[in-house]
T-cell receptor, first 112, second 114 residues
Framework: DQQVKQNSPSLSVQEGRISILNCDYTNSMFDYFLWYKKYPAEGPTFLISISSIKDKNEDGRFTVFLNKSAKHLSLHIVPSQPGDSAVYFCAANSGGNEKLTFGTGTRLTIIP | DTEVTQTPKHLVMGMTNKKSLKCEQHMGHRAMYWYKQKAKKPPELMFVYSYEKLSINESVPSRFSPECPNSSLLNLHLHALQPEDSALYLC?????????????FGPGTRLTVL
């Protein structure tokens, strides 16, 4: 049972434009959400997080939006840069426990 | 120091070998994790140590044996592995204490079982 889903396995975006990565979840107990970026043969790198008491969190070029009623979150990257090409995972957590549930990942390719 | 380090980077072992993976962090984090990641799949949690005690074992086969000698070190002892255990093994750490906090990952050990 995949509780966190990223329905787009891949996404291509022109350099300088906005990249929007989407994530859906089914478990209503999730109350903390994170985005990670992963290059091949490296560990995931934490990008940004949001708790369920907020609907938006921004950090530089990265903004995460949370729609609790739709059980949907999205990551916006603007402007997109070639170094953003990577696999992006969303992850969810409930009640502050130690377990993260990861989505299946979206491969983002930025076209120069 | 904001790094999680893992050794070795690559490991090739036979099914009868015994080997260990090592992980170290010096961020004062009190929770440490082992994940397994297969190609084109998300990281899959194996074990969690919280304040040096095993708090989560995700029904991992006993041929994987974790150890937390102190709050900075985490080992994963491997014995009698199967070829399907070949994967990227990731270590992570977080502040712990049931607060909402991010997990920081190491670069991983690429394990091949022959």
């Amino acid at each position: 049972d995949q509780q966190v889903k990223q329905n787009s396995p891949s996404l291509s975006v022109q350099e300088g434009r906005i990249s929007i990565l989407n994530c859906d979840y089914t478990n209503s107990m999730f109350d903390y959400f994170l985005w990670y970026k992963k290059y091949p043969a490296e560990g995931p790198t934490f990008l940004i997080s949001i708790s369920s008491i907020k609907d938006k969190n921004e950090d530089g070029r990265f903004t995460v939006f949370l729609n609790k009623s739709a059980k949907h979150l999205s990551l916006h990257i603007v402007p997109s840069q070639p170094g953003d090409s990577a696999v992006y995972f969303c992850a969810a957590n409930s009640g502050g426990n130690e377990k993260l549930t990861f989505g299946t990942g979206t491969r983002l390719t930025i076209i120069p | 120091d904001t790094e999680v380090t893992q050794t070795p980077k690559h490991l090739v072992m036979g099914m009868t070998n015994k080997k260990s993976l090592k992980c170290e962090q010096h961020m004062g984090h009190r929770a440490m994790y082992w994940y397994k990641q297969k190609a084109k799949k998300p990281p899959e949690l194996m074990f969690v140590y919280s304040y040096e005690k095993l708090s989560i074992n995700e029904s991992v086969p006993s041929r994987f044996s974790p150890e937390c000698p102190n709050s900075s070190l985490l080992n994963l002892h491997l014995h009698a592995l199967q070829p399907e255990d070949s994967a990227l093994y990731l270590c992570a750490s977080s502040q712990g204490g049931f607060r909402y906090n991010e997990q920081f990952f190491g670069p991983g050990t690429r394990l091949t079982v022959l």
